[in-house]
């Protein structure tokens, strides 16, 4: 059974970025008021600028790391860098991020006795030996690697949402999410879509990371929040974790390719070293989440690129 989301004030961590604007823009289009709570450290003030001038929409620049007090219905925590690139950069502070972060924003939850959404990641299933990755997969993870500050530390938070339901009984959503790529990503985000595309439509080479034949699947924005907001309107005690991602696999190469037809593009492919650690494979197994939310992504890849490209050549031009 579902139930819509009754409350009024709603806080999202890392609503400046790009995920969470996103999420934003939805939830105030429901009628809710939102304390967007973000350091700006990969978000932009760009992202929430449209969002500034409405009374439902408030922006406090916090740091997760440090405790937090305020008053909320609900809560969806996101704040964390997702971009290798980007968690690479400050790797003690990404953990922080993660782990600090996670047990101030399940305090809070607890104090306020509310529900609390965690973002976590397909990382959590690191360089998977099974494929599909299902839920009850434990992962490969390397906890001395340079993604172990993102991967480690998402691991590490989903036990404290679990230790907190269990020890606590805090409401809590645990969702995996997979690749998502749309509007609002950064230009030098570093990801490998927007990489592809800002590099076709600036006429650079595209680099391509090892050999191309490492696999990712990739959602579009609108299908993911979509089916964040559907598993936290559920209406029961199910608490996840649940992986929500699109099952249509490319490899590298194909991603490439797909965004140069689309674009006519001249680019070349040029090919680099693959950075220590990087997954060969991912691909989310949505059994759960076609069952219990009846939700599975919509948009096709050809569309979700479209318009990606359409956003970022507005940014360049
Ligand atoms: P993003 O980098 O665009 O957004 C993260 C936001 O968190 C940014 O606005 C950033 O400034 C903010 N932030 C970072 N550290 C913070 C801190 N210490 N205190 C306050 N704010 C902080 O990334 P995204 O793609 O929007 O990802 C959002 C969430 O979803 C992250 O938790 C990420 O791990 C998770 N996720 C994303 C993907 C994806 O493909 N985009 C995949 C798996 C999981
Ligand atoms: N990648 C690439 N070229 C780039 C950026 C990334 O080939 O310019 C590769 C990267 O090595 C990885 C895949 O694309 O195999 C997805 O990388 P991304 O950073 O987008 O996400 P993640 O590795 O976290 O899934």
Redesign the pocket.
């Known amino acids: 059974m579902k139930k819509e989301i009754d409350s009024k004030r709603i806080i999202v961590?890392?609503g400046?970025?790009?995920?969470?604007s996103n999420l934003c823009d939805r939830l105030i289009s429901e009628g809710h008021e939102i304390l967007c709570?973000?350091?700006?450290?990969?978000?932009r003030k760009e992202n929430i600028a449209h969002l500034l001038d409405n009374p439902s929409f408030e922006h406090i620049r916090?740091?997760?790391?440090f405790p937090l007090y305020l008053e909320a219905d609900l809560i969806f925590h996101?704040?964390?860098?997702?971009?290798p690139v980007?968690y690479a950069h400050d790797p003690v502070q990404t953990v922080k991020?993660n782990v600090h972060?996670a047990i101030n924003m399940l305090g809070l939850a607890k104090r306020l006795d509310v529900p609390i959404f965690q973002?976590s990641?397909?990382e959590v299933y690191g360089d998977p030996e099974i494929h599909p990755q299902t839920e009850d997969y434990w992962g490969n993870v390397n906890p001395i690697g340079t993604r172990a500050c993102y991967d480690e530390g998402?691991r590490c938070a989903e036990t404290l949402f679990f230790d907190y339901h269990r020890q606590h009984g805090i409401e809590i959503k645990v969702a995996r999410?997979?690749?998502?790529f749309g509007p609002r990503m950064r230009i030098d985000d570093g990801r490998v879509v927007s990489n592809f595309i800002v590099q076709v439509l600036r006429n650079e080479d595209i680099t391509i990371y090892g050999d191309g034949t490492q696999t990712r699947s990739f959602c579009y924005i609108d299908d993911m929040v979509e089916g964040i907001i559907k598993f936290v309107t559920l209406d029961n005690d199910f608490t996840g974790p649940l992986n929500l991602g699109n099952p249509d696999e490319y490899t590298i190469q194909q991603l490439a390719e797909i965004i140069l037809d689309l674009t006519n593009s001249k680019s070349k492919l040029i090919y680099k070293d693959l950075p220590s650690d990087d997954p060969k494979r991912r691909r989310p197994d949505i059994t759960l989440a076609k069952k219990k939310l009846s939700w599975e992504p919509k948009t096709s890849f050809n569309d979700g690129i479209q318009q990606t490209i359409s956003y970022f050549n507005n940014l360049i031009a």
């Open positions: 961590t890392g400046a970025g790009f995920i969470g709570v973000d350091n700006f450290f990969s978000g916090h740091d997760v790391t996101l704040a964390c860098p997702a971009s980007h991020t972060g973002a990641t397909s998402k999410i997979f690749n998502t």
